[in-house]
């Protein structure tokens, strides 16, 4: 089986850690044996690459015999299925895509395509498409692991007798840097031994580092599909501290050192200060079904069951 991954999100030099999960599960995919190769249409570089995109796609095309194309985000869902030879799966990936025109265009293009994975529920709900399949992103366990702490906080340079409050991602605005500032702001005003990280653009091989350093994670965004960076934090067994968003109820739910929190910074603040009485958490025991293997395993599996349908 041969595949083509088009992709608006790769990670790449200028910023390492964009869509790492993408990347992820293209090398999850390549250890069970699928042929895979990348078309990284960079938009956010330049919009002009979109429209550039499908003569790339054509040139792709025409010297290279594919099975299939596995489109992810919703622009990148509109070049593939361009054309109409090879059959189209479609990836979306967060709930944030559904806002806005985006939102329009990808409820435009779910009934184009062949197969449409979304990541949650939640997604599923907002994206209107009955026929979805919920397969959220994995993660590498063996890339993160908790590490001693005071290790991963000399390698950072960060001052040992502090407790970081980390934020990691892509700053964007539905992530709400603003909250995260004002509930790290209530808490600082009620214990001096506190620091507040935001983390951007580091190499993914990296941010179990990062997270090995912090003594909890904040999440307040107002929309996620299922939030790989939640299931990295608890494979480090890092303390987390989130709003009710995507799938993240279901994921940390019942967890000891994780905690739902309301959309206030006076709420994150309280629920910050509890997850710091808190070393670790207990959130590597409870994703072991999580692991990018058994992601990779189910879109395989849909892989197969898409080409018998089509070969007919």
């Given amino acids: 089986m041969r595949v083509l991954v088009l992709t608006n999100m790769y990670p790449h030099e200028a910023d390492p850690s964009f869509g790492a ?20 249409v960079n938009g956010r570089a330049s919009r002009w690459q979109y429209l550039t995109g499908y003569t790339r796609l054509w040139r792709q095309l ?69 026929p979805a399949h919920i397969i959220p992103c994995g993660v590498d366990l063996t890339l993160f692991a908790p590490q001693p702490r005071a290790e991963a906080r000399r390698a950072l340079g960060w001052d040992p007798a502090k407790r970081t409050v980390l934020w990691l991602g892509d700053p964007r605005p539905e992530k709400r840097l603003d909250l995260v500032h004002a509930a790290y702001d209530l808490l600082a005003q009620r214990r001096s031994d506190v620091e507040l990280q935001l983390v951007s653009r580091v190499p993914h091989a990296q941010v179990p580092t990062y997270m090995s350093a912090a003594q909890v994670l904040i999440l307040p965004s107002d929309a996620e599909g299922s939030p790989v960076v939640i299931k990295e934090a608890m494979a480090c067994n890092l303390p987390i501290v989130s ?7 279901q994921v940390i739910g019942g967890v000891e050192g994780c905690y739902l929190a309301e959309r206030t910074a006076a709420d994150l603040a309280d629920k910050l200060a509890l997850a710091l009485g808190h070393e670790q958490s207990a959130g590597r025991a409870a994703i072991q079904h999580l692991q990018t293997g058994a992601e990779a395993e189910t879109i395989a599996a849909l892989y197969t069951e ?6 007919r």
Avoid: N
């Avoid at 999960?21 to 990284?40: P, T």
């Avoid at 265009?105 to 907002?126: N, Q, Y």
């Avoid at 898409?306 to 070969?311: A, D, I, K, V």
């Fill in 306 to 311: 898409l080409l018998r349908e089509t070969q």
């Fill in 243 to 249: 709003v009710d968003v995507g799938d993240v109820a």
């Fill in 21 to 40: 999960f993408v990347f992820e599960q293209v090398r999850a995919l390549r250890g069970l044996g699928v042929d895979m190769d990348v078309l990284f």
């Fill in 62 to 130: 025409r010297h290279v015999r594919y099975d299939l194309i596995h489109a992810h985000y919703v622009f990148a869902g509109w070049i593939a299925r361009a054309q109409l030879r090879l059959p189209v799966v479609q990836s979306f990936h967060g709930a944030g895509e559904m806002l806005g025109y985006q939102g329009w265009l990808c409820k435009r293009l779910a009934p184009l395509v062949d197969r449409v994975i979304v990541t949650s529920t939640d997604h599923k709900a907002r994206l209107g498409y009955a």
